[in-house]
């Protein structure tokens, strides 16, 4: 692994490092408005905690390479035992990157916009040929549940459960749609870098892909991007739906932790048992004619061995 590789800026963000304390409390989890997963509102009880004021950055996680020697999971090639009947051609060293068609298309085959590239990985966003120079500031993106479990590790620190995670992008506006509130785009102002125009073959100026962290308003708890830029990895194996509300107060969980890595599995891949973690916060390909997961309560499943080009993660201290 050569220098020249993991060579960063060394001008550090005012965000490098920088947390924030959440004082716990209770809240109402959830959302009954939109996808079926984000059901039932419930109420939960979270412990107070630090948490990263923004997600971890190109420039961090090379520091954390070169103090460790980590290796990527997208920079390994599989063993093809772990995923059978896979073509022999599919079974390489890469990571899947968002690539725009050039025409509208069926917005239900997400493999028109999606590429599993061959040396796609956190230092080569874009495929070969590319890299990160200029976006030190960026987050780090092309990493797997357990590459972000070992940057936590090595950080002293752990990913946020889920209610941690959601609690904290609230901002302190229980029930809001929004982590500023209401509306969308409050007098026309984007206050998060998501998709605008129609998805994903028209997009209007501006940011093509990330943003470096910070570039839009923090919410109430001064907390950077938790909606849009990228997706972020939690500790919480998936779940179809959450658990009805407590009936009485006394009931209400505490610190709850998700469902169980079995329940995890993709029902429509029986023979592939790779389990599944919940991804929060949307990201700069989240659309309103396609995926209006750009909200607190918004989550989705991602496997735990899938590294993509718009999902990162950031970290939380427990006291």
Same mark, same amino acid.
């Given at each position: 692994?050569?220098?020249? =590789? ?15 304390? !959440? ?73 899947l990157v968002f ?13 028109q916009w999606w ?5 796609? $990985? ?8 590319? $890299?990160?120079?200029? =976006?030190? +500031? +960026?987050?780090?993106? +092309? ?23 959601? #609690?904290?992008?609230?901002?302190? =506006? ?9 509306? #969308?785009?409050?007098?026309?102002? !984007?206050?998060? $870098? ?6 994903? +073959? ?20 001064? =907390? ?96």
């Open positions: 692994m050569t220098t020249d =590789l993991l060579r960063t800026s060394s001008r550090r963000s005012p965000l490098d490092h920088k947390v924030v304390w !959440i004082e716990g409390g209770t809240f109402h989890m959830g959302s009954d408005r939109h996808y079926p997963e984000e059901a039932p509102v419930h109420r939960v009880t979270v412990d107070g905690f630090w948490i990263d004021a923004a997600p971890v950055t190109n420039r961090q996680f090379a520091a954390f390479v070169r103090a460790t020697g980590h290796v990527t999971f997208a920079e390994i090639a599989p063993d093809p035992a772990d995923y059978p009947g896979s073509l022999p051609g599919m079974i390489f060293a890469g990571s690539t725009p068609p050039k025409r509208r298309v069926d917005l239900r085959a997400w493999g590429t599993l590239l061959p040396g796609a $990985n956190w230092r080569a966003p874009y495929g070969p040929g590319s $890299n990160i120079k200029g =976006l030190d +500031h +960026h987050p780090v993106v +092309h990493v797997t549940f357990a590459d972000a479990q070992a940057y936590a590790a090595w950080a002293g620190k752990a990913l946020p459960t889920e209610a941690e995670w959601e #609690f904290a992008a609230r901002g302190g =506006l229980d029930g809001a749609e929004y982590a500023w509130g209401e509306p #969308f785009m409050p007098d026309g102002r !984007i206050m998060a $870098n998501t998709w605008h125009g129609e998805f994903p +073959h028209q997009r209007a100026p501006g940011h093509k892909r990330t943003s470096p962290v910070g570039a839009f308003p923090p919410n109430g708890y001064g =907390l950077y991007d938790m909606i849009g830029n990228v997706w972020e990895w939690t500790a919480d194996w998936w779940s179809q739906r959450h658990a009805a509300d407590a009936p009485k107060a006394c009931c209400i969980p505490q610190n709850p932790r998700g469902g169980t890595e079995t329940e995890s599995y993709d029902p429509q891949l029986p023979d592939i048992r790779i389990p599944r973690k919940v991804i929060k916060g949307g990201s700069h390909l989240c659309a309103p004619n396609y995926c209006r997961r750009y909200r607190p309560a918004a989550r989705h499943a991602q496997p735990v061995d899938t590294s993509t080009s718009h999902v990162g993660f950031r970290c939380v201290t427990r006291s």
